[in-house]
């Protein structure tokens, strides 16, 4: 089982629809942890942090569930602009950054 | 610098030669992170280094790949003999501490022919 899971997509949705994927991570003590966008051919940018408590920017909500050890990342209102790949990223307490390969979300218009 | 910066940009180098990839972390972020990544797939990590301890080359693909990181800040990641495997975007990042945010460099776009 690889340390942190995504599905790969391509995620295909049309313009406005809400979507939703998850990562999965297999370290139970995994402390911190994120969510990063990377268009194509560009690097990976930011996109949102995960707390505990869950949090919300916008259009995004960011979930952790750490019972069953994954968290979520949920985009309303979709844009054509959204279209991009969504990482995960797992942070164990030390300095070590585990990165899912990415799901693949496509807007259609 | 305000960001990451890394040179050069692109890279075309002929099979066999040696490559130097050097990249210039966010000032007074202590971790720094080098990455390879093929046309459509995940990061794939190769090093990283925290302030004064050893660097985890856990990443590393074979002994033709080495990388220094001078007086706690710039890096470079050397490949000796470069083959045309070695071919991907080589990205690095840098944090502040344990559990912050990772700041990407644009990337180095290296091909070998």
């Known amino acids: 089982r690889k340390e942190v899971e995504q599905d790969p997509g391509p995620f295909n949705v049309p313009e406005g629809a809400t979507v939703a994927f998850n990562c999965t991570y297999s370290?139970?003590?995994?402390?911190?942890f994120f969510w990063y966008r990377q268009d194509c051919r560009k690097e990976p940018k930011l996109l949102m942090s995960?707390?505990?408590?869950?949090n919300e920017d916008g259009r995004f909500t960011a979930q952790l569930n750490r019972a069953s050890q994954y968290i979520s990342l949920l985009i309303r209102d979709s844009k054509l602009s959204d279209s991009a790949t969504y990482l995960c990223?797992?942070?164990?307490?030390?300095?070590?950054?585990?990165w899912g390969a990415g799901t693949k979300l496509i807007i259609k218009p | 610098g305000a960001g990451v910066s890394q040179s050069p940009s692109n890279k075309v180098t002929e099979k066999g030669k040696d490559v130097e990839l050097r990249c210039d972390p966010i000032?007074?972020?202590?971790?720094l992170y080098w990455y390879r990544q093929s046309l459509g797939q995940g990061l794939e990590f190769l090093i990283y280094?925290?302030?004064?301890?050893?660097?985890?080359k856990s990443g590393l693909p074979s002994d033709r790949f080495s990388a220094e990181r001078t007086g706690g800040s710039v890096s470079t990641l050397t490949i000796q003999r470069t083959q045309q495997e070695d071919s991907a975007v080589y990205l690095c990042?840098?944090?502040?501490?344990?559990?912050?945010?990772?700041?990407f460099g644009q990337g180095t776009r290296l091909t070998v022919v």
């Open positions: 990223v797992v942070n164990g307490g030390n300095y070590q950054l585990i």
């Open positions: 990042a840098s944090t502040s501490g344990v559990g912050t945010e990772a700041f």
């Open positions: 370290n139970s003590a995994s402390q911190s």
């Open positions: 280094f925290q302030g004064n301890s050893a660097p985890d």
């Open positions: 995960v707390y505990s408590s869950g």
């Open positions: 000032s007074g972020h202590t971790a």
